[in-house]
């Protein structure tokens, strides 16, 4: 092969090999992660609606201002809406309409947070009087939890909520300054209307903890705050991350609202100031819930930056020289696709589990419906763990890969910047991951002392999110003393397992007296085994569609990730002065090189269009250069040949070095 082609060519060539070379059968897999052909045709269709349509245009995105950019969000939000009546779009079309536009706006927010936590916890009166305003957006809705001086700990929040059964009002107060709703999506400038969480006060004075109350904020007709609120936008975020999101604060100044506006699906407060309790203390646990099971849309997210760093590294080449005469493929390199690859699998392992536990959550709130409480807890911590898994994984993965592309990952135009500004956001709302850390500890010592305390304990006894302690049960308990068989993937599944049931017990042991970070890696080995048991549940129909090396890859880098603590506690055999982990890392070398020419394929799969991932870097023709200089045209900056502070600033700077030159020249 002549190696005078010219980088266009050479990098269109890669592209075609590298498809050319794939055995993936890109339509079958695509179609299986959309959950079937129809979700597939779905998606595609309305991908083919929104990004014909000029108000989608992205342009001008990276050049504009916050306020710009917030104007762009709610002008693109409406033109979606008016796109479903046009087309007679369902809601739940609609829904994956918004999901499609891949820059976060406020009124996503009244979807994930404000309308499921009111319809779920609402009560019949509420529902009638603003579901179908709710349903249809007559009123716009956000979730007001956080404050300015506590997040997480909703217990210790200090707004406060007292009933005043002389006029069947709640007074809604903000005592102190750092009472102040905080980082609230959609409040600062679009919210009509809120739940907010408050401390319910009594007549008698006693705190009742935190309830839930439906709040207007602003005028239904011209927009201006409701008497007695103050409200705004806390300002930008970092890395320009949610750049379209009016984040915002609230305070009130005791705010009189109708006894109905508590939500009392649950829990109530009668006329004359009685109490009637939930059924279950951590009821509330069900809109934080749905929550949680937003994150598949993030899985989504590490998907693209998958397909942008492997497209790129596809048709990059750098340094040593190939039998053709030609610099060698970047992602040819075992210390690139060695990164890469993991994160591949990962892209695919969350959107699998993300849509069954959507599945699982439909069916835990139809049983909450019927006051069924017996899986809330449960629900909670397997919420919790994934939570941990992807928000943690997710910000690693993007940058990881951002950093294998090399300096062109740092340009705007990459796109990984944006996913990854985008993205973190996600570990730590509803606050940061070791707070969960705590929770999930908290859960996984309530069940090994159960198992310790039963007089015959079993595996069925225990929930799916501490199954793994089973590994401690006298039955379970042999390790084997042979090689591990690397490329069997329920060698990582069982090995993940193993490490968190004796990370559990070691805990245990230590319990007054735990180090530093036991209870981060305790939380982070639990999520892990709870993922892995879930992917070995997925593997047989994963197996129809997918290289079994796609599977083995992730499962083998989170056991390498985790490598410290298997070998603290003696999880892997090895004869005397050998490396206990050179078969883990020989066999991720030899799986990553088994799915390497698969590669282009499982990210064909995920049939991003070059509109959705918006990359130079990532297209689906390959031609990076012709895309990155076409992109470097529309920076304003270039659209005069002489800059604008060349007169101000440059040329007196110019000028004076020239004197000085000039001066010192003349002294000779």
Known sequence: MSNNMTAQEMTERDMVAARMQTSVQVARVRDYLYGGSEGWKLHEKLVKVV???????????????????????????????????????????????????????????????????????????LRHKYGDLIMNRGIQGCYLQTELGHGTNVGSLETTARYLPETKEFEIHSPTLTSSKWWVGS????????????????????????????????????????????????????????????????????????RENMLSEYSRVTEDGQYVKPVHPKISYGGVCYIHSELEKGAWVIGKASTVS?????????????????????????????RLLPVLSHAYAF?????????????????????????????????????????????????TVRRSMGGHGFSEFAALGRYYADWLPVATYEGDNYVLDIQVVRAALKWYRALQASEHPTASSLPPSSAYLRLLLPEFSTITGS????????????????????????????????????????????????????????????????????VAVGLLALVESGIGDILSFSLLPSADGEDATRGLRMAIKQICAELLPEAIGLTDAFGFTDWELDSALGVFDGNVYEHLWAKAQTEPLNATEVTEGYEASIKPMLQRGQRIVASSKAKL
């Open 351 to 399: 959107i699998l589990i993300g849509r069954d536990l959507k599945k699982r959550l439909s069916v835990f709130s139809a049983r909450l419906a019927t006051g069924d409480t017996s899986t809330v807890q449960e629900m909670h911590i397997a919420t919790s763990m994934l939570k941990i898994l992807v928000a943690s994984m997710g910000a690693q993965d993007i940058e």
């Open 51 to 125: 990004s014909s349509d000029a108000i989608f245009d992205k342009s001008k995105r990276p050049f504009m201002t916050r306020k710009e950019r917030y104007e762009r969000a709610i002008n693109m939000t409406n033109r979606l809406y008016e796109l479903q009546d046009i087309h007679s779009w369902s809601n739940d079309e609609t829904a994956v309409a918004l999901n499609i536009i891949d820059e976060e706006v406020p009124m996503h927010l009244h979807f994930a947070t404000f309308e499921p936590v009111f319809m779920d916890q609402c009560g019949p009166e």
């Open 310 to 338: 492997i497209r790129y590294c596809t048709v990059r080449r750098q340094s040593n020289q190939d039998n053709d005469g030609l610099e060698q493929q970047v992602i040819s390199y075992p210390s690139v696709h060695f």
């Open 187 to 258: 409040l600062g400038k679009t919210s009509t209307h809120g739940v907010v969480q408050a401390k319910l006060i009594m007549p008698d004075g006693r705190d009742m903890g935190p309830h839930l109350f439906f709040v207007q904020l602003r005028s239904l007709e011209d927009h201006t705050p409701i008497p007695g609120i103050t409200l705004g936008d806390i300002g930008p975020k970092a890395m320009g991350g949610y750049c379209g999101v009016d984040n915002g604060f609230a305070r009130f100044d005791q705010l009189r609202i109708p």
């Open 483 to 550: 090689t591990p068989a690397w490329l069997d993937p329920m060698v990582s599944i069982n090995l993940l397992e193993r490490r968190a049931a004796v990370m559990v017990e070691n805990r245990a042991l230590h319990e007054k007296d735990p180090d530093a970070s036991m209870d981060n890696r305790v939380s982070r080995a639990a999520a892990e085994a709870y993922f892995a048991t879930k992917i070995g549940a997925l593997i047989e129909n994963l197996s129809r569609s997918l290289p079994p090396q796609e």
